[in-house]
Each structure stands twice: as structure tokens, then as C-alpha cells.
């Protein structure tokens, strides 16, 4: 069986009992048991800086799905969709020494990586596309990272049941090469229910980790007083493994 199919499966395995035993004490201990075994054996198979399999172009998958928001009704982000994203930032702020606020264009005109890999949803589904975008180790190189910073989250643009998404990585997966900031999917612009105008793709880890409909990136000590503290919107509402490498 593949390695990547053993990682999802245990994936699977913990996310499936979580909804079950995650509002007990006792519960919540498993999975945080669980998640830091998980963390460590997938490190452990896959080394620090190993890649996600790419694919070939005859392997995209003739429709990408999207899931959780797909056409986000709050805030500015219709009237946002309405103009094209042309007046849409990116901010790189927190713990870093020179804030950065980005256009599209300048998204754009960084240097790009573009890889075709597999998507893998915690609701049973996997999806091939081509993503494009630039590292978001560029974008941290630049904004000068101080050294208290320890994890990196990703704020969003949809409120989902009531709620803003967010989601977190440390810093071994923000600088993992196949991190990237991606705002073209299978050579044209994010669609709407994809993530438009700007999402993560964080390669090694299940799909609700890769943010959609970027806003800013916050560079963060600490977890604990972001949200619900758990590190993520579903992290913070269902009980979901905060490292969900695959």
C-alpha cells in the first residue's frame, strides 16, 4: 500500500472517532495523544523536507470541487468577486519586521512554482489540479521573520456558520517548498468555490488545512489566544487533528 495512502488512512481513522469522542475530557486527550503519535510517525516516514507526489497534466481531474464556503456572502467579498479581486491585499504581519501589504499583481510578480498535486479531503474525496503561486517562504523571507515567531496562521475571508476561518502551520511546513500561496488553478485564476482570489496549498497536509479566500498571514508565538486556541476553524469546532499530515 502507498505511504501516502497509510498516512491518509490513519488521518481518516482519527478525524472519523473524533466527532464522537472529542467532548469528553477523556476524549480530548486520546486525540491529543493521537495527533502528536501522528505528528511524529509521519515525520518519521516522510523526512523534514520530503515532497508531496506531482503529477502529470493528463492526471488534473476534469473538475476540482469545492468545499466548506464556496461563495462566500459576507464582508466586502461579493463586491470584492464583483471587481475581479482588483482591489484585494495580502497582508504578512505579527512577529516580523517589515509588514507587508501585496496586490495580486504583486503576488504575481514574485517568483512562482507551479506543481500538480493531489488534493485529499477528510470527507473521502481527492481531487488532482496544477497550482501556481509563489512560496510562502518568499513572502516570510521578506516580511523578516523575528525569532519568538513560532507558527504561522492564515486568515480568511469567509465566515462559515457564524464563524471566520483560520488556520495554522508551524514552521517546518511554511517553508516546506510545496507551501505556496496559490492564485491560478490549472493554468487560469482561482475559481470562486476554489478559493478565489488567493488560498494555501500546504501539500502533505489534508485539505482543510489549505486555506481559501486569503486575507492575511499572521506570524504568531503562540496559539492559545487566537479563536478557540486549538489552531483552526475545524480544530476549534469538530475537534480535528491541528497536524493533519498525510
Known sequence: MHRRSVLAGMSALFLGACSKIADSNAGSSVLTAAQKWHQAAHRTLTG??????????????PFFRGNGSTDPQNGNYPAQAAANFADWRLEVRGLVDKPLSLSLDNIRR?????????????????????????????????????????YIVFRCADNLNGQDYYESVDM???FHPQTIVAHAL????LPIRNGAPL?????????????????????????????GGKGGYWED??????????
Not at 48 to 58: C, P, S, V
Not at 186 to 189: A, F, I, V, Y
Not at 237 to 246: H, L, T
Open 48 to 61: 523534514r523536507h520530503a515532497l508531496a507526489k506531482e503529477y502529470n497534466r493528463a492526471d488534473v481531474s
Open 110 to 150: 514574485l517568483p512562482q512554482r507551479t506543481q500538480i498535486t493531489r488534493h485529499d479531503c477528510v470527507e473521502g474525496w481527492s481531487a488532482i489540479g496544477e497550482w501556481t503561486g509563489p512560496q510562502l517562504s518568499v513572502l516570510l523571507d521578506a516580511a523578516g521573520l523575528r525569532e519568538e515567531a513560532k
Open 172 to 174: 517546518m511546513d511554511a
Open 186 to 189: 490549472n493554468g487560469d485564476p
Open 199 to 227: 488560498r494555501m496549498r500546504i501539500e502533505r497536509q489534508l485539505g482543510y488545512k489549505h486555506a481559501k479566500y486569503l486575507t492575511a498571514i499572521d506570524a504568531v508565538a503562540s496559539l492559545d489566544d487566537i479563536a
Open 237 to 246: 469546532r469538530a475537534g480535528y487533528q491541528w497536524y493533519a499530515g498525510i
